[in-house]
């Protein structure tokens, strides 16, 4: 079993529509990241968190640590959204990422 | 500032060949690090580095050598390629080795062995 698991795998949405992935985790983490990888390949950092909840324009991001879980949430979801979405834990153990395609 | 710069962007090589993959930072960041990243599976830590001088093995280090002679430069090499070894490897930074340091990524290197 993984040490971070994402779901879903993989997420199709329509512009317009909120969005949630999901992030848990099974070890004792000091920060948890989400990554935003591009169609391109490249990969950029979104949120680091330890506790509580972090916003920044659409995206939100919240944390459980008593539950060792995530979430990033996306408002308003829009077709540049779409990109593999990464959640990784301390230095760094990533899940395998959410593929999300956001359709016009 | 250029960030982490990697090349090349793309390598093909036959079984048995090395090669070394750059990777540069112009942040002085003192934490550096190697992923590769396979389908289906999440990245993986090959080696990393806290500073100049010192690095060690991450999860995956076996057919790859770093050095960290200089804080800018953290290059990996791939001593005699293998097809397992065909993946996108990606050179990664941060400020210091905290385990809650925001890491910047390189553009990644798409490397094929046949």
């Known amino acids: 079993k993984n040490e971070v698991e994402q779901s879903p795998q993989n997420l199709t949405a329509q512009e317009g529509e909120f969005i949630t992935i999901n992030c848990s985790y099974s070890?004792?983490?000091?920060?948890l990241h989400w990554l935003q990888q591009h169609p391109g390949g490249g990969i950029v950092s979104l949120f680091m968190?330890?506790?509580g909840k972090k916003k920044h324009g659409r995206l939100i991001a919240t944390i459980n640590i008593q539950e060792k879980h995530s979430s990033l949430h996306i408002t308003a979801s829009h077709p540049r959204d779409s990109a593999v979405y990464i959640c990784?834990?301390?230095?760094?153990?990533f899940g395998t990422g959410t593929r999300l395609q956001v359709f016009p | 500032n250029a960030g982490v710069t990697q090349t090349p962007k793309f390598q093909v090589l036959k079984t048995g060949q090395s090669m070394t993959l750059q990777c540069a930072q112009d942040?002085?960041?003192?934490?550096m690090s190697w992923y590769r990243q396979d389908p289906g599976m999440g990245l993986r830590l090959i080696h990393y580095?806290?500073?100049?001088?010192?690095?060690d093995q991450g999860e995956v280090p076996n057919g790859y050598n770093v050095s960290r002679s200089t804080t800018e430069d953290f290059p990996l090499r791939l001593l005699s390629a293998a097809p397992s070894q065909t993946s996108v490897y990606f050179c990664?930074?941060?400020?210091?080795?905290?385990?809650?340091?925001?890491?910047?990524f390189g553009p990644g290197t798409r490397l094929t062995v046949l």
């Open positions: 968190l330890s506790s």
């Open positions: 990664a930074s941060a400020i210091a080795g905290g385990l809650a340091d925001t890491q910047y």
């Open positions: 990784a834990v301390n230095k760094l153990i």
């Open positions: 070890v004792g983490i000091s920060a």
């Open positions: 942040m002085n960041h003192e934490y």
């Open positions: 580095s806290v500073g100049a001088g010192i690095t």
